[in-house]
């Protein structure tokens, strides 16, 4: 598996645009963390700056290691080189737990 061939993308924007879409290579995913039992914290690395993007994405209570699990086995065993994340505009996430009704936050890495 290349990490350099496949990319994660993220659009926070929650009209018809993708004004705030994002994409990353899988290499640059630093960390994925639970911070409480409905909030799913992920770095990902801006190469344009020295930190890490940091996207705050609501799940369904408890179901943070779905998150992970689903989120790692795409990454490592799916056939798609594009990996959705979340796009608040969609609705739409490779995970089955993302709850749209919070919407994706992001924290420019400064």
């Not at 990454?75 to 609705?91: H, P, R």
């Not at 009704?101 to 890495?109: R, S």
């Amino acid at each position: 598996m290349d990490l350099s061939k496949k990319f994660l993308y993220v659009n926070t924007a929650t009209d018809a645009t993708q004004d705030e879409a994002r994409t990353y290579p899988a290499s640059g995913l630093k960390a994925v963390y639970e911070h409480d039992a409905t909030t799913i914290r992920l770095h990902l690395q801006n190469n344009i700056a020295v930190d890490s993007d940091l996207f705050v994405i609501t799940i369904t209570s408890g179901e943070a290691r779905t998150f992970m699990k689903e989120l790692v086995n795409e990454i490592n065993y799916g056939k798609q080189a594009f990996i959705n994340i979340g796009d608040n505009n969609l609705n739409d996430s490779i995970s089955s737990v993302v709850d749209f009704g919070t919407d994706i936050t992001i924290t420019e890495a400064s």
